[in-house]
């Protein structure tokens, strides 16, 4: 059975452009969750999707946003890239909502803006 | 902004050895988890403990939480070289279920 897949692996984008992230959870989960990692520093929370409906927001400016397909597939969108954006970029899924049986993550993409 | 503070921020053992982190927070919590992450890689789910837990074990991992000092520990013995990763704490938010809160994490080396 696969895990949480994202693609691509890694990305190198220029400062201004826009960039779209993907992740497919786990067959049978429901929950998609973003996280933005920067080196040297623990995960912070992005998006939660639900059902396909957003369930929480972190603190990021609207430049994020992120939406779930019928098929529980996620995208994660950033406009306007600043080189701050520059981190991994984690998606972790989960059976429900509020992830009480732990998260499954995949293994990230490495955004790099220059 | 971060919940959870790790202790040490980075541990050098040799194998064999137990090695122990701790983990505070600061806000009512549903549950806490510990996650490994190698090599700035996805982070694996090690263990969940609900806040009405004291203390969980799973395989070489024992976990204890005190929410009356919101501080929990994670303790992993007989230490292996592979287990050689950053781990993170990550807090449950009662205010905002959705989301973990993670820590800085902690650093183990684990020499052979």
């Known amino acids: 059975d696969a895990g949480v897949t994202q693609s691509p692996t890694h990305l190198i984008k220029t400062r201004g452009q826009h960039v779209t992230l993907r992740c497919s959870p786990i067959?049978?989960?429901?929950?998609v969750s973003w996280y933005q990692q920067v080196l040297g520093q623990g995960p912070q929370f992005i998006f939660q999707y639900y059902e396909k409906e957003e369930r929480g927001r972190g603190n990021f400016p609207d430049r994020f946003s992120a939406r779930q397909f019928p098929n529980y597939s996620s995208e994660l969108n950033v406009n306007a890239l600043l080189l701050g954006d520059s981190a991994l970029y984690l998606c972790?899924?989960?059976?429900?909502?509020?992830?009480?049986?732990?998260?499954?993550f995949g293994s990230g993409t490495r955004l790099t803006v220059v | 902004s971060q919940q959870g503070e790790e202790d040490p921020q980075a541990l050098s053992i040799q194998e064999g050895e137990n090695a122990t982190m701790n983990c505070s927070y600061k806000?009512?919590?549903?549950?806490l988890q510990w996650y490994r992450q190698n090599s700035g890689r996805g982070l694996v789910h090690l263990i969940l403990i609900r806040s009405n837990e004291r203390e969980k074990h799973s395989g070489r991992l024992r976990v204890t939480l005190d929410t009356s000092k919101k501080s929990s520990s994670l303790l992993i013995t007989a230490s292996r070289a592979a287990d050689t990763a950053s781990y993170f704490c990550?807090?449950?938010?009662?205010?905002?279920?959705?989301?973990?809160?993670f820590g800085a994490g902690t650093i183990l080396r684990v020499k052979s």
């Open positions: 990550a807090t449950g938010d009662m205010e905002y279920g959705n989301k973990l809160v």
């Open positions: 067959s049978g989960h429901k929950s």
């Open positions: 806000t009512s919590i549903n549950n």
């Open positions: 972790a899924s989960s059976s429900v909502g509020q992830g009480v049986d732990g998260y499954t």
